[in-house]
């Protein structure tokens, strides 16, 4: 089936536009890039990050680029910002179903489930 994500600025109130992401495969400490995106104007990517036959049962890591988007959208962040990154660890036990990984995030705070 597929992957897809979702970010959402609960600071401002709308989709993070413009944020930049990145999708590791993970195995122990290790991870392997498989592809860096920026979210369009729905906090989304452009196309699902694994679709169909592509998604594999395995471990992976979505990485978004939370300080960069806000100091980019005029947000004073103190030095060292409290966010700089989040990086989301997660498992895919079953490849036959959808999975989600929405994020919404303000320059302090962050959550996530495992939408549908």
Same mark, same amino acid.
């Given at each position: 089936?597929?992957?897809? /994500? ?33 979210l ?18 395995? /471990? ?21 910002n ?20 929405p ?7 962050y ?5 549908s």
């Amino acid at each position: 089936m597929e992957l897809t /994500t979702h970010v959402l600025d609960t600071m401002h109130g709308c989709p993070a536009q413009g944020m930049a992401a990145a999708l590791y495969a993970t195995r122990g400490d290790s991870a392997t890039l498989i592809q860096q995106f920026t979210l369009n104007h729905d906090g989304r990517s452009a196309r699902p990050l694994f679709a169909d036959a592509d998604l594999q049962v395995g /471990t992976y890591r979505l990485v978004f680029e939370v300080a960069a988007y806000f100091k980019a959208r005029g947000v004073v962040l103190p030095e060292p910002n409290f966010l700089n990154r989040v990086s989301l660890d997660f498992g895919v036990a079953h490849a036959d179903q959808h999975y989600h990984v929405p994020l919404l995030v303000s320059p302090w705070s962050y959550s996530t489930y495992r939408g549908s």
